[in-house]
């Protein structure tokens, strides 16, 4: 099993930034890729940003230039640097850890909120 805790999210301006983290623990030996999704509204789950163990990633479109995503495997922590928010990315933002045996693992989500 593994656990994900997120943490960072809270009510920005627009044009503004915000650092997420995610702190795994459990079977983290077991961890493969992990990444950020969101879900807003009435809107399904989006994948957000992701990031292999050999620090391949991949951002979806909108972020692209906007957010980083980063990965300190000495503190089994995933991170999401986001810069230049707007509005639309207000959202829960959602930790995801894939094993080797392609299991999925979610945290608990927070919140961000971007609004004047």
């Known amino acids: 099993q593994v656990q994900l805790v997120e943490s960072g999210g809270g009510l920005v301006q627009p044009g503004g930034s915000l650092r997420l983290s995610c702190a795994a623990s459990?079977?983290?030996?077991?961890?493969?890729?992990m990444g950020w999704y969101r879900q807003a509204p009435g809107k399904q789950r989006e994948l957000v940003a992701t990031i292999t163990g050999g620090g391949i990633t991949n951002y979806q479109d909108s972020v692209k230039g906007r957010f980083t995503i980063s990965r300190d495997n000495a503190k089994n922590t995933v991170y999401l640097e986001m810069n230049s928010l707007k509005p639309e990315d207000t959202a829960v933002y959602f930790c995801?850890?894939?094993?080797?045996?392609?299991?999925?693992?979610w945290g608990k989500g927070t919140l961000v909120t971007v609004s004047l």
């Open positions: 995801n850890a894939r094993n080797r045996n392609n299991m999925v693992y």
């Open positions: 459990g079977s983290i030996f077991s961890i493969t890729a």
